[in-house]
């Protein structure tokens, strides 16, 4: 279900806002922005996902272990 709102911007943002994204894609486009900022849950569902991707997570430990070296000898 969707629900329509009228929100007020300044005239400046609005054509920026049209230019950049273009007239039919707005609501989408604050749809895909707003959307992990006030559901938490879907936040939390995309790290769990994340994690549960067994090659990514191998991938990222083995970036992190292999950059850990370039640090421990710097001088404070």
């Not at 279900?1 to 230019?19: F, G, P, R, S, W």
């Not at 790290?47 to 404070?76: F, N």
């Amino acid at each position: 279900m969707q629900k329509k709102l009228t929100i007020t911007l300044e005239d400046q943002v609005y054509e920026a806002l049209h230019n950049v994204v273009g007239r039919r894609n707005i609501s989408r486009f604050i749809n895909a922005l707003l959307r992990p900022c006030v559901l938490k849950s879907d936040l939390d569902t995309a790290y769990r996902q994340m994690a549960a991707d067994e090659l990514r997570e191998s991938e990222a430990l083995e970036w992190a272990e292999a950059t850990i070296g370039d640090v421990k000898d710097e001088t404070r």
